[in-house]
């Protein structure tokens, strides 16, 4: 196990931010790591990475405990943090350099050149920081935190406010470091995580409320969708529990939320219920699996 | 430790910033010490440096604070302060490392100075007429001064996320530890040993004390021990913020 997690807290003041989560990470496993703005996944993440000290709990890194030997841990960590902070003052060569400096790497030159290449940034090599667009900060970024060769790769929403193309080139790193790497990634997407992680972890208001492969939570997708309905002039909704593989109907607003399960499509069979009844059906929508969806589906259980 | 002292220096001397510290700094002192009337060399008839070592501590007190400021305060800003602290260096280096290069850059303005000793020396009637004993002991005095305030500058940067209020803090710091203590010790209240007691809490005794020219352990103690505490301070904070 490269990566464990121990029943990790953080509190600040009175509000815990993060709530005995424990879990682990071998190399070559790709982790995403979801939850609601606010969850505490980026406070997690920087607790790991060695930035929050924990109120309670132990990460160890590659055999080394983050708080007892932090510097041996830290040297095992190649870390993205979230708003990807950079020194805008300084060129891209130089601040690779720097970083290179701190790490005591041998041979600066040439892994710094390795790594331009890798990441892609020939082209602005030597321009300064502050005048790349956002996807080159992005690669700086992951330039810095890949320096060293870090054995753990922690990663917090590397893909956001990038555009189609960057996203790609990312995924693709993401998906090529994670074969040899521990890659633990934050995402507010799902079909990101979806189509890269082997495994995810769900955190809650702090807490952790899953930890499955990505098979599982495919099913667990599956099993559960959600229609969204609108009808002209008022319906009595609840009848539609009637129909065979309805499984709960809730109204929300002027719309009604049907779920069921998503192996049979029951879209006809309400349509013609609907008809039957003559009810004047506006509008039928399958909802998005958004991960709020997702979470709502996990967390009401 | 000294990458990041590296890696400051750097950003001093590759923006205005280092440059406009020293060319601020050596304006004013070459304006006060040779052009103004009230504190010039040349109406003075003396061949002697004490001057400068007047005025140069109320320019530190706003020129060292406005150097400092930006230490943590503007890492902590834009967020670059969680990639220092998540690479591996301890929290006493990256402080040593910002201290150190910030002191630096003062004994950089400084050095310049130099010239007028010279100056004076060859001003002397009969030529090199000077108390060099005195000049030295001031310089180190000087520089002993400067440690505390890069110091001060650098726990107030830690404590505030806003350069301005940083600043402010720092420059307020810096006034307190300098002379508000020796101006404390005069009020009717404080007497013998009480009066003498909170005069020594100051720097401004010490400094004097020093630049009389005679180096003595308890002034150097006091300079390295306070110094010391502001770093520890820092260290503190910085690491309990997180």
Known sequence: MSLVVDNLTKVFGSQVAVNHI?????????????GPNGAGKSTTMKMICGYHTPTSGTVVVSGYDIVNDKISAQKEIGYLPESNPLYLDMYVREYLYFVADIHQIKNKKNRISDLIEQTGLEKEQHKLIGQLSKGYKQRVGLAQALIHDPSVLIMDEPTSGLDMNQLVDIRTLIKNLGKEKTLMFSSHIMQEVQALCDRVIIINDGNLVADDPIQKLKEEIDENYELLLKFEGG??????????????????????????????????????????????????????????????????? | MWSIYRKEINAFFSSVMGYLVIAVFLILMGLFLWVFPEYSILDYNFATLDPLFAIAPFIFLFLIPAVTMRSFAEEKNTGTIEFLVTKPVTDTQIILGKYFANLSLVVIALLPTLLYVYTVYELGSPKGNLDTGAIIGSYIGLFFLCAVFVAIGILSSILSKNQIVAFLLGAFLCFLFQWAFGYLAQMPFFTGEAELFIQKLGINYHYSSISKGAIQTKDLVYFLSITGMFLYLSKFIFSNQR
């Open chain 1, 235 to 301: 319906v009595d909704d609840q009848k539609l529990l009637q129909i065979e593989g309805v499984t709960e109907v809730n109204r929300q607003g002027e719309h009604v939320i049907v779920r069921y399960s998503k192996k049979m499509d029951l879209r006809p069979a309400i349509f013609r219920f609907c008809a039957a009844h003559e009810w004047v059906l506006i509008e039928m929508k399958l909802q998005d699996d958004s991960i709020e969806n997702i979470f709502h589906k996990i967390t009401s259980k």
């Open chain 1, 22 to 34: 424990s879990f682990t990470a071998r190399p070559g496993e790709i982790l995403g790591f979801l």
